[in-house]
């Protein structure tokens, strides 16, 4: 099966720095994605990383280690807009389709001033 | 603006009634897919089409079924046989065929309820 773990919730102060880590067991992958959801709404896209290392995106960076299976979402000088749940999700590679989406439970950030 | 309409927002179903959910885009994305999420878990696969007239079973298929006649539309049916379709459904599409890896996008989901 697939198995995809991060945590379920962490909280952290305004202006302060928050890593989502994220570890995964499974059969092909082909890639790992990180959302944004806030409540009650649509999955937004963060970052992406098929190869070992550090993708950086502004406030935001995420890096991967294949061989590890793990990866983590770095949140710099958060802002109190942070606050939501993150979801990491690994691109399984299938014989049948350009790949799906295996997505983990999310961890909710919460932001506190 | 490019995007993707999910309707409505909020649907309610009484037991033993079939509702179908609205997904469009105008993204001219090949591929779309409808997921499931549940308070405090992921989101999980029902359904997706890679390509018009043409879908796939996910991971939780029963009680569900799908059609695409049009490469913009992709409209959900939770049928009498899904016994628990209380939750938030949403709507992606994507073109992984463009070549690299391009990311799903996803629609401003429906919420089900049970009367």
């Known amino acids: 099966g697939q198995n995809i773990d991060q945590p379920t919730e962490m909280t952290a102060t305004e202006g302060a720095i928050v890593q989502i880590n994220c570890t995964y067991q499974t059969s092909g992958f082909n890639g790992l994605f990180w959302y944004q959801q806030h409540a009650g709404e649509a999955p937004t896209f963060l970052s992406y990383?098929?190869?070992?290392g550090l993708e950086e995106k502004g406030r935001f960076s995420s890096f991967l280690s294949r061989s590890k299976g793990y990866s983590y979402l770095l949140l710099k000088e958060l802002q109190m807009k942070d606050s939501a749940s993150y979801l990491c999700?690994?691109?399984?590679?299938?014989?049948?389709?350009?790949?799906?989406?295996?997505f983990g439970a999310g961890t909710q950030v919460v932001v506190t001033p | 603006d490019g995007g993707i309409t999910q309707s409505p927002k909020y649907l309610f179903r009484k037991e033993g009634q079939n509702v179908t959910l609205s997904c469009e885009q105008n993204l001219n994305h090949d591929a779309m897919y409808w997921y499931r999420q549940d308070p405090g878990q992921g989101l999980r696969l029902i359904y997706y089409s890679q390509i018009v007239n043409d879908f796939q079973k996910g991971d939780i298929a029963e009680g569900y079924s799908v059609s695409r006649e049009k490469k913009e539309s992709f409209p959900l049916t939770v049928t009498s046989a899904q016994k628990n379709p209380t939750a938030f459904y949403l709507c992606a599409s994507s073109n992984p065929g463009q070549g690299g890896f391009q990311p799903q996008h996803f629609g401003d989901g429906t919420r089900l309820s049970i009367l």
């Open positions: 990383n098929v190869l070992d």
């Open positions: 999700a690994v691109l399984l590679r299938t014989t049948d389709s350009w790949g799906k989406l295996q």
